[in-house]
């Protein structure tokens, strides 16, 4: 679990393919001062269990299905990735609720001077993001200021634009997005009354029609 609030900008120092999947070197001095073989970590957003630890450096391994979820896919060495290790029981939530499981990707768009930014937004995860909540941003955890079926604002701080990738993103560069986990859960869970009201609807239209 996590909140979307960046420890750290770290840097992608070593990418080896394997069979359907790779394997990425990361550094980054505080998110691998204490970590361990088995602890998770999100690495601009994706939930990663670190295999190995070295120094100020740790080392995960990314499935096809991340790879292919994910803008991780086009990692390279040199590359920079929000660093945040999974949040404590008792710590303060100062984000979201994150899983680190990320949606789909959306493209930077542009900025203006005040920080406003414009992201396209992959139509099939429209329906989850709404004006005012949440959505994690290559792992940033970001207020919705603005949405439509194809793009979204979000309003960024200085802070968050020297501390994170965002500050360095170029208009076509793929982020990660997650959406809020409590939208996705309140779809299912009200999908089948949805379903059982408009078949109610049709019957009665139908018994309607032939009176």
């Given amino acids: 679990m996590f909140t979307g609030i960046v420890e750290e900008l770290g840097e992608i120092t070593g990418v080896t393919q394997l069979p359907d999947a790779a394997r990425f070197t990361v550094r980054g001095p ?55 290790r999974a949040t404590a029981v008792g710590a303060r939530l100062g984000g979201h609720i994150m899983q680190g499981h990320v949606d789909g990707t959306g493209v930077f768009l542009s900025r ?35 949405v439509t079926n194809d793009e979204f604002t979000v309003a960024l701080i200085p802070t968050t634009l020297e501390l994170t990738t965002l500050g360095r993103v170029r208009a076509g560069d793929l982020v990660n997005l997650e959406v809020d986990v ?30």
């Fill in 30 to 84: 505080l998110v691998s001062s204490d970590a361990r073989h088995g602890d998770s970590i999100a690495v601009s957003g994706v939930c990663l269990t670190v295999v190995e630890v070295s120094g100020d450096e740790f080392t995960v391994d990314v499935v096809h299905e991340t790879l292919r979820r994910s803008r991780l896919a086009k990692i390279a060495a040199g590359d920079r990735v929000n660093l945040e």
């Fill in 112 to 146: 203006d001077a005040v920080g406003l930014t414009r992201f396209a937004l992959p139509r099939e995860l429209a329906r989850y993001v709404v004006e005012k909540g949440s959505i994690a941003v290559d792992g940033i955890s970001l207020t919705v200021t603005s």
């Fill in 182 to 211: 409590i939208a996705k859960y309140v779809e299912k869970l009200v999908s089948p009354h949805l379903a059982g009201l408009s078949e109610d609807n049709g019957r009665r239209g139908t018994t309607e029609e032939g009176a």
